[in-house]
């Protein structure tokens, strides 16, 4: 049995050199012995990637025989006059939307997964709006509000695709969630009453800017700015 004389690691017999530090074997002793077979392979191999393929179409089928045996059972079993499994086969519709494409395209920009994400959201709250029959809550109130959503995580994603620090990022995303927290008082508020009373919104939306303040002035300044970076390890 040969250590080695540098890293003290217990060496093969076939050994010509240590695998961590690449330090000869010189053992007189025991020389090296080149009739055994190595411990190791002599030649490199690529691990094979996971398909990507493989897991969306086992993520598909997996979604697809959860919506149709549910669809199955409301049709056949359990129907209480009542599409329940709507619920069922949008949520598949929507995660499915989240996970496969961004599986299967690669290189798909972020925005246009955002975009998908909210169409998603979008397709189930319709769904449930019409086993609910409110189509009227669905135009008046979902709708706007997931439209609203859905430019503003659009329009983030494809800024932040850019490249954007973290200070820049953080700094956008309260913005955007100031922006949304309006916009959805503002839809409320025409949907409940008629006139926009500005409210609760416009307390999220204050502490939202009181929070992007400091942030822009850690942003143009130099000193701070490295020292943010510093501290926080960004
Ligand atoms: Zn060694």
Same mark, same amino acid.
Request: with cysteine; hydrophobic share 50%; aromatic share 8%.
């Given at each position: 049995?040969?250590?080695?004389?540098?890293?003290?690691?217990?060496?093969?017999?076939?050994?010509?050199?240590?695998?961590?530090?690449?330090?000869?074997?010189?053992?007189?002793?025991?020389?090296?012995?080149?009739?055994?077979?190595?411990?190791?392979?002599?030649?490199?191999? $690529?691990?094979?990637?996971?398909?990507?393929? $493989?897991?969306?179409?086992?993520?598909?089928?997996?979604?697809?025989?959860?919506?149709?045996?549910?669809?199955?059972?409301?049709?056949?079993?359990?129907?209480?006059?009542?599409?329940?499994?709507?619920?069922?086969?949008?949520?598949?519709?929507?995660?499915?939307?989240?996970?496969?494409?961004?599986?299967?395209?690669?290189?798909?920009?972020?925005?246009?997964?955002?975009?998908?994400?909210?169409?998603?959201?979008?397709?189930?709250?319709?769904?449930?709006?019409?086993?609910?029959?409110?189509?009227?809550?669905?135009?008046?109130?979902?709708?706007?509000?997931?439209?609203?959503?859905?430019?503003?995580?659009?329009?983030?994603?494809?800024?932040?695709?850019?490249?954007?620090?973290?200070?820049?990022?953080?700094?956008?995303?309260?913005?955007?969630?100031?922006?949304?927290?309006?916009?959805?008082?503002?839809?409320?508020?025409?949907?409940?009453?008629?006139?926009?009373?500005?409210?609760?919104?416009?307390?999220?939306?204050?502490?939202?800017?009181?929070?992007?303040?400091?942030?822009?002035?850690?942003?143009?300044?130099?000193?701070?700015?490295? $020292?943010?970076?510093?501290?926080?390890?960004?």
């Amino acid at each position: 049995m040969s250590y080695c004389v540098n890293c003290g690691v217990e060496l093969d017999a076939t050994a010509r050199a240590c695998p961590l530090c690449h330090t000869p074997v010189q053992n007189p002793n025991r020389p090296v012995d080149a009739e055994l077979p190595p411990p190791f392979p002599s030649r490199r191999k $690529e691990v094979q990637p996971a398909s990507k393929k $493989e897991l969306a179409l086992l993520i598909s089928a997996m979604f697809a025989s959860v919506a149709v045996l549910c669809g199955v059972l409301n049709l056949f079993f359990l129907h209480s006059g009542r599409p329940w499994s709507l619920y069922v086969v949008g949520a598949a519709v929507m995660l499915w939307l989240w996970l496969v494409p961004p599986l299967l395209l690669r290189g798909m920009p972020l925005w246009v997964r955002l975009l998908l994400d909210s169409c998603a959201v979008g397709v189930y709250v319709y769904l449930i709006s019409i086993d609910l029959h409110g189509q009227r809550w669905f135009l008046g109130l979902a709708l706007p509000i997931i439209l609203t959503g859905g430019a503003i995580v659009t329009a983030l994603g494809l800024i932040l695709s850019r490249g954007r620090s973290i200070l820049s990022s953080v700094t956008l995303i309260i913005g955007a969630v100031g922006l949304f927290v309006v916009g959805i008082e503002l839809f409320v508020d025409r949907w409940m009453g008629g006139s926009y009373e500005p409210g609760w919104s416009i307390v999220v939306a204050t502490v939202c800017i009181a929070l992007i303040i400091p942030l822009l002035v850690v942003r143009h300044r130099p000193a701070l700015r490295d $020292e943010a970076r510093r501290r926080f390890h960004m």
